[in-house]
């Protein structure tokens, strides 16, 4: 319960400090001209990558650290923790099935599996990378289990197009009433840009939300029934 209460805290921190700053941009007239149903798209995958950066733990300005451990054997707690192997592959697994899923939803050029592949391999090396600054272990067996739950999300998207009857060349980019303006930055609210924002949200603004949430649950009486 405390596990998913600290979970909840921090994704719904970042996503406090996320919205004005997605709400400002909406205002700017390049990002104008994105409809609201994919701006809201958008916003819902800033707040999946606030909800995985909270589970896998990247550090924060207030506790950063060097603690390099690594796993770089594939397989190796298989033989001495199958159950606890298990477990872990299963949640890495689920973690990164979204990413795989919503990329194609609302990019084009995410159709093609490679990229989305690409683009989860990436996030996962980055997230690994990361955790040399805190005390979590950098592990090669979740950068392949990642890396497989984003493919299977693709393959669910894929699934999904073809029993919906949707055209799978026809994004979210593509319904939008008004065609983008020339001016529109190639790269405006793409997933790269997007991830460097709420990491750096999270790494600066969100602990210190999370930590004024957390003094409020722990000197109200609700704590007392929670623990």
């Not at 506790?63 to 770089?72: A, N, V």
């Not at 689920?94 to 990329?103: A, D, E, I, Q, S």
């Not at 529109?184 to 602990?207: D, G, K, R, S, Y």
């Not at 999370?210 to 609700?222: A, K, N, Y």
Request: proline share 8%.
């Amino acid at each position: 319960m405390v596990r998913l209460l600290s979970l909840s805290i921090g994704a719904g921190s970042t996503l406090i400090a996320l919205l004005p700053v997605m709400f400002f941009l909406r205002a700017l007239p390049p990002f104008g001209q994105y409809s609201r149903k994919r701006y809201a798209l958008i916003l819902l995958f800033g707040f999946y990558l606030a909800g995985v950066f909270t589970a896998v733990g990247i550090p924060a300005a207030d506790s950063l650290m060097i603690y390099p451990e690594f796993e770089l054997i594939p397989l190796a707690d298989l033989i001495f923790d199958p159950l606890g192997y298990a477990k872990t592959s299963v949640l890495n697994i689920l973690l990164f099935v979204p990413l795989g899923f919503l990329l194609p939803l609302i990019w084009d050029r995410y159709r093609i599996s490679r990229r989305t592949l690409l683009a989860g391999f990436g996030l996962s090396l980055a997230v690994e990378f990361l955790q040399i600054f805190t005390f979590r272990l950098t592990d090669i067996n979740d950068l392949i289990m990642n890396t497989l739950g984003t493919g299977l999300g693709y393959l669910l998207f894929q699934s999904l197009t073809e029993k919906l009857h949707l055209n799978p060349e026809k994004t979210v980019s593509q319904q939008e009433s008004a065609a983008p303006s020339p001016e529109m930055p190639p790269q405006a609210l793409e997933p790269l840009p997007l991830c460097l924002l709420v990491f750096l949200i999270m790494f600066t603004v969100q602990p210190l939300i999370s930590g004024l949430i957390w003094r409020l649950i722990l000197e109200s009486p609700m704590w007392e029934r929670i623990r």
